[in-house]
């Protein structure tokens, strides 16, 4: 392509975008907006997958020994518990810390314990934590079966509707995404059609005098490219000072929130904006360009 056809390309973005400014800030507008409530969203349906990959590998065994096993059976258990490959972390709690963590657990009403005296009804046991949730039920029935242990608990009740909450949330948010996508390719490539539309003689013209449609074309390409760029940029600024908002205020009710950090990730989701804007701003000028060049 000559330097001087660009230069007319680049001219007649800008006069194009100067002479419909009313419809300029209007297209711009409904791009900012479009992407800024899908990168809310794409925020709202990470952070909930977090969470929920947070609370699945939280899910743990609690494995109780047999009180007449010895130090040496013991030992034997932990061994066949670290040769399991579903198995990351293994933590021995004696049954004096057991209690010391009831008691704690407990903490007014501790004097429950009175009636025991100086006996102790808790068994040795360990905290079994696995490499993937999936594997916890295969796993806590494997180790029950090991001698030695009495009993191999994971709140199975607990656990299969954590599972079933998580797989909802990761399928609410993926179909989530995919709608307000879907609207928001929508609304951009008609709000451009309006902006072709209204310079429909103008493309007739050009299109008599011997243009061809790539020449027609490439100008409004272009300011589609320009327009998601603006839109894209300026949702992502908005979205930036949203989620730090949102992250200071969760913090401060919720230290241990596990939010996505907010470097690099805000990063990568306003350059995703962008991108996305500048993409669309290019399927919406070239759908909305094809009925106009039917002449």
Not at 10 to 15: A, C, K, P
Not at 193 to 206: G, P, W, Y
Not at 224 to 230: E, K, N, P, Q
Request: glycine share 6%; proline share 3%.
């Amino acid at each position: 392509m000559k330097i001087r056809t660009t230069e007319y390309f680049v001219r007649e973005v800008i006069i194009s975008m100067i002479r419909n400014r009313w419809m300029t800030f209007a297209s711009i507008g409904t791009v900012a907006v479009s992407l800024f409530v899908l990168g809310v969203f794409m925020l709202i349906v990470m952070n909930l997958t977090r969470l929920a990959s947070e609370l699945e590998s939280q899910v743990q065994i609690t494995v109780y020994l047999n009180d007449a096993l010895n130090d040496e059976g013991r030992n034997e258990v932990e061994q066949m518990m670290k040769d399991m490959n579903s198995i990351a972390k293994i933590e021995y709690i004696p049954r004096e810390q057991a209690l010391q963590k009831l008691e704690e657990r407990l903490g007014d009403q501790r004097y429950i314990l009175d009636a025991l005296g100086d006996s102790n009804p808790l068994p040795n046991s360990y905290i079994v934590t696995v490499k993937k949730p999936e594997q916890v039920e295969s796993t806590a029935v494997a180790i029950a079966d090991l001698y030695g242990v009495d009993e191999a608990k994971y709140g199975q009740d607990v656990a299969t509707h954590l599972f079933d909450m998580t797989r909802l949330v990761r399928m609410f948010g993926f179909l989530l995404m995919v709608l307000l996508t879907g609207a928001t390719i929508f609304i951009i490539s008609n709000t451009i059609r309006l902006t072709v539309f209204a310079r429909r003689k103008e493309i007739a013209i050009m299109k008599y005098v011997g243009a061809t449609d790539w020449f027609i074309r490439i100008p409004f390409i272009l300011e589609g490219i320009a327009l998601g760029f603006i839109g894209g940029g300026l949702s992502a600024i908005a979205l930036r000072s949203f989620y730090s908002a949102m992250a200071a205020k969760i913090y401060s009710t919720l230290t241990f929130f596990p939010l996505m950090p907010q470097y690099p990730f805000i990063n990568y989701v306003t350059t995703i904006l962008i991108v996305a804007g500048m993409i669309i701003g290019t399927i919406g000028s070239t759908i909305s360009l094809k009925r106009f060049l039917e002449v």
